[in-house]
Structures are given as structure tokens and as C-alpha cells.
């Protein structure tokens, strides 16, 4: 986080990671006076204006803070509405103790101390201002804990989108856009990773169009990752080409992933089964961009499959309330799941993500919509999505209609998994005897299969005794007998005639 104070408010500290993408427009709103450039000197003027509850609720970005009023001797913790950027917090309530960190190792040392011993480590909810009280003795009590901007509470900033078609599906295509248009704000160069999904290659064509349209001069870069013929690798080239973007392709081969897992497993700060599978891919692709090119911000597609009911499983689903309901869910939890991964693997390499399927008057107005135009259709999940960008030649029509891959399986090829691989690696590395002890070694989500116990076991070397970071493992609803994760287990899969029998040419090498 970084550290910030203004000559006009010398009383209140600010320490702040993120993005602020209507500062400007806060300024002109309220005639704010900024001494500085940076985006976030606006939660200072707001806060001074209106207080913390009327702060956060006037910002639309990306972000977490801790601001310490020292005249009302209080602290104020606020984080986004989805978790993009993170923060944990130490507390040891008898003691009057609180310690802010954007990532729990920078607080995990300090509970080796023996003044620290008992200390608790949380992330710190998304969408919410903790409020804290210092006494005269210096210790520190909490006062209370308030949402700001709910998942699908329309936002009480002014909007870039002020008005709306009478055409839903142009509704969705105008807020994607100027969800994209409002994140070129940066002052390093701008890229996208590109899986070759629906998701990421909505985002990638839009971000060069609109890229171009804001007068930035240099060309888009891509970026893909996979095995030899890995269905996104494939895929994404097609795409790539299709809007001439500057396109990296990453081969990376079984021994390069396997050689990252633990240093996957240490910067995610997490031990569920199916991030720490898709997080290698995107742990080595943010490894190539940061050391082979010069692009620093990276656009992504996440969050779509949450928001428009994306994952196969939704097929399944009884109905579209119960649809919704788990659409829901999993947004207010991406912070634990999707959202951790993306940021902890950029983050591991300097690199800052920015998912535009996660601005919030997108998905405020996406969830708004019919419960029923948001279900799965015609065989094909995220339909009104999809929908919405038909016809336009935005992305080529075989991947607009392309089914849903999850990245740590699209990485691979069909001959063998990348999840297979991964429990054949972990079974050569957990003894039987240490697998049949499991539930005495881990009695909280105890691990399945010995692939779960080894990254388990990695997570305790770091973070012993914080199993509670993560309340279940993820895993597909309404599938009772589906015993992984993986999408490729399930009945349901399928796999398009695009993606077999081409050959990848290899243009990046780890």
C-alpha cells in the first residue's frame, strides 16, 4: 500500500493500493483542489467532504485502504466491492492490536514474535469500511463494520453510461465498452491476457479498438499460455489475429509448471484445489510479460463466468432463481477464489490486473436483468452475452460461440490434463501413510486426494494454522457425483472442432 498525506488535511494518513478511475470526475463534481496526480488523493477530499460510508460510495475502481483520521483518533479499512486489490488484517483484540497488509506474508512474521502470538489473519471483506476506534492508551477497538456498494446495487457515482437503449443487448455491449474505455487510464503500457475464451477475447478486441480510438499510439500486446496444441493457445492465435493485436504465445512444458508450484502456492496465499491449478499458467505468463516486454498493466476476463453464469455446471441448474442464487454467491466470494488468483500471480511479478467484466455499473445492470435471459440457451452458456456482441465481427464467430474451458484445463492438451498430470506428480510426493492420517493432520476441509494434501501441506509450511482463509473447497454445483473440480470430468463437457488438429507456432519460451 502506499503511503500518502496533503498539505490541506495534515491530520489524516492514507495508505492505498489501487485505481481510482473517476477522480477526474469527482474533481470537476465537487471542485476539489488535488495537489497531486495520483488518482487516489480523491478519497482524502471525499472523506474530509462527506466521511468514510460517503467516500467509498462516491469511488469506481479497484481498490484497498486504510486511512487513519488523527484528530478523531480512528481507522478507517475499506476495500472494493469484488476484492480485486487485497488486504489482511492482524488483530489481537485484548491487546488493542490491529496491522493492515495488502498480502498476509507481510503480517505472518510478525505473529513468530511474542508480543504477536495469538494474532489473528483475515483477508478483509470486500465492500465494506471497518471502522476502528484508538484509545488514549493507543490500543485499537473496533466499532463497526458496514457495507458501502453491494454485488448488484447500482453505484451512487456518476456514470460514464447515462442513458440507456431500449435494446438490453446494447445496453450490455455500451457498458462492456465503457468499461474498458475508463481502465486505459495508466501511465505504463497497457496489455491483455488472452486465453482465447469468450471472456478474454471480448475484452482483448475491445481494448484495441478503443485503445486506438484514445490516440495510444503502440499496438496492443496478447498474451497466451499453453502445452504444445493446448486448445487456448489455438485459439487465441485465431483471435489474435483476427484483431491484430502484438500476440505472445508462452510454451511452457510439464517440467516448467511442476518446478512452479510451491512458489504458486507461497505468493497465492491459498491451498483450494482449482486455483492453484489455474494460477500456474497465469503465474508463468505474468513471469514472461514482466521479464520479456515492457507492458505492466494487463487487461483480463475475469469475473464473466460468475456474473453471466459461465461455468458448465450452470447447464444443470433447476431453475433461474437457482441460477441467480449462485450467480450471486460465487461474485461474493470471487475474492477468496478467481479474483485472489489474478491478482496474487501479477502481483508476484510488479504487473497490476484490471478485469472490466467486473466494473461496477456492468454488473449492476447485467444483474438486473431477467433472471431468465440469464441462464444457459440453446446448449450454450453466457447466451446473452454472447448475444450481445453477435453479428459484429468484434471476435472471430467460432470463438463468440466458442464453449466455456476453464483456463488450467484449456492450457493443456486432450491427450493428458493438466489436472492429471498434477495428481499423478502429487501421489509420487504423499506417502499412503500419511494420506490415510489425513483428517488427524487436517481436520478442517480435509484434503480428497493427495494432490489436495500436497498443496496443503505447501500452504501450512507459509501459513501454518490459517486453514481458515478458505471456507470450502471449489467445486461444481448440482453435479453430485463429480468428485474434481475440472470441467473436463463433467458430462456435460464439450470440445469444439476448432480446437483439434492444428499445429502452434512458437513464438515466447519460458
Known sequence: MQPFRLRNFPFLYLLYNGEIYN???????????????????????????????????????????????????????????????????????????????????????????????????????????????????????????????????VPKYRTLVTKFEDDPLKNVENLLVAAVRKRLMAHRRIGCFLSGGLDSSLIAAILVREAKAAGITYPIQTFSIGMEDAPDVLAARKVAAHIKSEHHEVIFTTEEALESLEHVIYH???????????????????????????????????????????????????????????????????????????????????????????????????????????????????????KAFAGQNLIPEEILWRPKEAFSDGISTMKKSWFQVLQEHCATLISDADFASREKFYPHLTPPTKEAFYYRKVFEKYYPEREQWIPYFWMPKWSPNATDPSARTLSNYKLTTTEEGAHPVQNGKL
Not at 505492466?296 to 460468475?306: I, P
Not at 433461474?320 to 501479477?346: A, F, I, P
Request: aromatic share 10%; proline share 4%; charged share 30%.
Open 23 to 153: 477522480h477526474r470526475l469527482i474533481q470537476d463534481e465537487h471542485n476539489f483542489v488535488y495537489e497531486t496526480a495520483l488518482d487516489g488523493e480523491c478519497i482524502l477530499h471525499l472523506y474530509n467532504k462527506g466521511g468514510m460510508e460517503y467516500c467509498a460510495q462516491q469511488l469506481d475502481g479497484e481498490f484497498a485502504f486504510t486511512l487513519i483520521d488523527a484528530e478523531k483518533r480512528q481507522i478507517y479499512v475499506g476495500r472494493d466491492t469484488f476484492g480485486v486489490r487485497p488486504a489482511f488484517r492482524m488483530t489481537i483484540k485484548d491487546k488493542g492490536i490491529l496491522g493492515i497488509c495488502s498480502e498476509a506474508k507481510g503480517l505472518i512474521d510478525l505473529t513468530l514474535k511474542e508480543e504477536y502470538v495469538g494474532a489473528k489473519i483475515e483477508p478483509v471483506p470486500p465492500g465494506k469500511i471497518e471502522t476502528y476506534s484508538i484509545d488514549e492508551d493507543g490500543q485499537v477497538h473496533l466499532l463497526h463494520n458496514k457495507a458501502f456498494l453491494k454485488t448488484g446495487e
Open 268 to 386: 497465492l496465499e491459498t491451498y483450494d484445489i482449482t486455483t492453484i491449478r489455474a494460477s500456474v499458467g497465469m503465474f508463468l505468463v505474468s513471469k514472461y510479460v514482466r521479464e520479456k516486454t515492457d507492458t505492466v498493466v494487463m487487461y483480463s476476463g475475469e469475473g464473466a463466468d460468475e456474473l453471466a453464469q459461465g461455468y458448465i455446471y450452470f447447464h444443470k441448474a433447476p431453475n433461474s432463481k437457482d441460477g441467480h442464487e449462485e450467480s450471486m454467491r460465487l461474485m461474493n466470494d470471487l475474492y477468496l477464489y478467481d479474483v485472489l488468483r489474478t491478482d496474487r500471480c501479477t502481483a508476484a511479478h510488479g504487473l497490476e490486473v484490471r478485469p472490466p467484466f467486473l466494473d461496477h455499473q456492468f454488473t449492476s445492470y447485467y444483474l438486473s436483468l431477467p433472471k431468465e435471459d440469464r441462464i444457459p440457451k440453446e446448449g450454450i452458456e453466457k447466451y446473452f452475452l454472447r
